[in-house]
């Protein structure tokens, strides 16, 4: 079996996150071409300076210092949006994209911002329609409007929605009727249906749109797909593994001018779908903030929203190892780190809750007692290995303190953890209207 990687490569490019403003220029969406104040221009500059950098924890702040300076801009709250996107606060993204939205002359591409909030939470229903109002708003670049679609079946069908995949594809085509790169993506999901004999003359036909193009690329892609029927090699649906947010109904529609809009949620149920299939949850502070610290590991980092007292390392596995499987690795890990710590020997200790079962061990940082806390240095570690459900977990819990206060932090985030029964194939949609 093969994941289509030269699909994933080619279509998984969402929206960039460059504005108008970030060139030092004062057109394009955002109130009636304003200018700018200097300091606010300075913030939203060194902002995206950290979101090239991937670091979009770090520009956050510097977002919303801008947004205290120019509140009535829509250009900041569209550049907030998107960071809020990427640090995993799905809803303060959304109420930001409404916020860009109102304070903007008509613009499509805030529309398209929207509905990849709306994509990366699999918010798919809600998707479709804000993709729809900026295919509206601007129906002559029919290739941008279709690959609005191409992003949203993509992600359908890495979590199996093959009904899903099949409808987006096709509106794609019926946006952009000679749009290559929308056929060969049906005609993967059509080979992976086992349909192979329609999928080559749907490649074919691709190759005949594309032959006048220069989109090499594509055109690789098509190779590769064929090669793969040829041979018989199965394709897959591709997976992506990504934590997201459940979106409630009542951030998919937005209200209407003059009412309120609605509040945001203190706690929040975070998702990450491994590609083994296997759905893995977690309930959160809603303020705490999410990035991803390794690409290959997938783990991910949690941070509380101010201050510094805590800093969750949390890797989702995507083997179903036992608990006792789990230890062994635990203890190897504990025996590496005595050499720095003040305890002399590792002691493991037992947790569980009605969804998970873990076990822990805590070490102190010889090298930090009695200095004062400073910035991303931590005197305590609990490290745990954690089974809930089919999924199973490092985490690595670092903190100023031991006390009480901050120990429930911990143990009540990690009792949350659990392993939905269906895969996560249900829709955030799906979801929000139970």
């Not at 995206?48 to 770090?58: F, G, I, R, S």
């Not at 009535?72 to 960071?83: H, L, N, S």
């Not at 720095?340 to 020997?345: A, F, N, Q």
Request: with cysteine; proline share 5%; charged share 25%.
């Amino acid at each position: 079996m093969r994941i289509i990687n030269r699909i994933v490569t080619i279509v998984l490019v969402l929206a960039c996150n460059r504005l108008v403003f970030a060139q030092s220029q004062d057109s394009g969406a955002g109130g009636a071409n304003q200018a700018m104040p200097p300091a606010a221009r300075k913030a939203i500059d060194a902002a995206y300076d950290l979101m090239q950098q991937a670091k979009a924890v770090e520009a956050l702040e510097l977002y919303r210092k801008a947004i205290e300076l120019a509140p009535q801009d829509g250009r900041v709250w569209q550049a907030y949006a998107m960071c809020l996107k990427d640090t995993c606060h799905a809803q303060r993204a959304v109420v930001a994209a409404w916020k860009a939205i109102d304070l903007s002359p008509p613009d499509a591409a805030l529309y398209a911002d929207l509905g990849n909030i709306y994509l990366v939470n699999r918010s798919w229903d809600a998707a479709w329609a804000v993709y729809e109002k900026a295919q509206e708003m601007r129906p002559e670049d029919k290739k941008w409007a279709a690959m609005n679609f191409i992003h949203l079946g993509w992600r359908r069908w890495s979590t199996g929605d093959n009904d899903g995949v099949d409808k987006c594809y096709k509106r794609a085509l019926e946006i952009d009727p000679d749009n290559g790169l929308a056929m060969i993506n049906l005609a993967a999901l059509v080979a992976a249906a086992g349909n192979t004999d329609e999928a080559l003359k749907q490649i074919a036909q691709a190759r005949r749109v594309l032959n006048g193009t220069n989109d090499k690329q594509v055109l690789e892609c098509a190779d590769s797909i064929e090669g793969d029927i040829r041979k018989r090699i199965a394709i897959v649906p591709p997976r992506v593994s990504e934590m997201f947010e459940q979106l409630p109904a009542r951030f998919l529609v937005k209200p209407p001018a003059g009412q309120s809009i609605p509040t945001i949620d203190p706690s929040v149920v975070k998702h990450v779908h491994l590609p083994c299939g296997t759905m893995v949850t977690m309930t959160i502070d809603e303020s705490w903030d999410v990035s991803l610290l390794d690409s290959d590991e997938r783990t991910f980092v949690l941070t509380p929203a101010s201050g510094d007292d805590f800093w969750i390392e949390w890797t989702p596995l995507q083997s179903g190892q036992s608990l006792d499987d789990l230890q062994l690795e635990l203890e190897e890990q504990g025996a590496s780190m005595l050499t720095g710590s003040v305890e002399e020997g590792l002691s493991i200790h037992d947790f569980k809750s009605p969804s998970m079962r873990g076990r822990y061990f805590q070490l102190t940082d010889r090298s930090l007692v009695g200095r004062e806390p400073v910035r991303g240095q931590y005197l305590h570690a609990t490290v745990w290995r954690i089974v809930a459900g089919r999924s199973c977990s490092k985490v690595t819990f670092l903190s100023h303190r031991n006390d009480k206060a901050t120990l429930d932090i911990m143990f009540k985030t990690l009792a949350s953890m659990t392993s939905p029964a269906d895969g996560g194939r249900q829709t955030a949609t799906d979801k929000a209207d139970q």
